[in-house]
């Protein structure tokens, strides 16, 4: 395996990602939505940026890129077909792209729902999955932009690639997407299991992610809905779960 993946915790619960492409050095992050705490990362990693990757265009996500793309001479890859709302774009993907990184490579896969121009960003010889808002632990993202049916498809896509991929989502939100799926699947015994090791992680202040999509499919209440409107009920009771 080429690719090593280590999060950088910012915001109140948001994840960007250092990627290092181990071949060759070559790095990246992901979702850079603030500058300094992610400029501090890289000094410690060896001061080499070469990338920011971009999932969507929401500002807890994006808003540090401009700045650390100047400060380093970072090159900037987002979805051309929501260039509009994204920081200046070095490199326009599409979706079914093959994004080279070093001697890793990543697929371009569409994946609305949360918002109309996310895209989430697959590493085969990694086994990564970078899949910002739209598949999280134990749960998806809101449907802020798209609609269930879009969200059901994207969810799908990414349901069907290999078990062993590690998830690497934006945010920190494991413990409470643990609560509501238990409350949709009381009986779900690898769930109760996974709660109880997330809450463990989250009291030693160490992050949930990355889970892998083995677990999903074992645990996640949305990856079992048996069509769209299934999934849609529950993603608006998930919508006011308290």
């Not at 690719?3 to 290092?20: E, G, M, S």
């Not at 077909?81 to 326009?92: F, G, I, S």
Request: hydrophobic share 45%; glycine share 8%; net charge negative.
């Amino acid at each position: 395996m080429t690719l090593t993946v280590k999060p950088i915790a910012i915001l109140d619960d948001n994840y960007a990602w250092f990627l290092r492409d181990e071949a060759t050095g070559m790095t990246a992050v992901m979702d850079a939505a603030v500058v300094e705490p992610i400029a501090d990362f890289i000094a410690a990693e060896g001061g080499r940026l070469d990338w920011l990757l971009i999932t969507h265009h929401h500002g807890d996500h994006i808003a540090g890129i401009a700045e650390l793309a100047a400060r380093t001479g970072a090159k900037v890859a987002g979805n051309a077909a929501d260039a509009r709302r994204l920081p200046k774009l070095d490199v326009a993907v599409k979706p079914g792209d093959l994004f080279q990184f070093g001697k890793s490579e990543a697929r371009i896969i569409d994946t609305p729902g949360h918002t109309r121009g996310h895209i989430s960003w697959y590493f085969a010889n990694g086994e990564a999955l970078f899949c910002g808002d739209t598949l999280f632990a134990a749960g998806c993202g809101r449907l802020l932009e798209g609609n269930a049916e879009e969200m059901y498809a994207s969810l799908a896509k990414l349901a069907v690639l290999p078990d062993e991929t590690r998830v690497y989502c934006g945010h920190e939100y494991t413990l409470s997407n643990v609560r509501f799926a238990l409350s949709v699947e009381p009986e779900n015994l690898p769930l109760q299991a996974f709660g109880e090791l997330a809450k463990s992680l989250r009291e030693k202040g160490e992050p949930t992610l990355p889970t892998t999509l083995a677990t999903e499919h074992a645990i996640n209440p949305f990856l079992h809905a048996r069509d769209v409107a299934h999934f849609a009920a529950m993603r608006s009771a998930k919508d006011s779960f308290r």
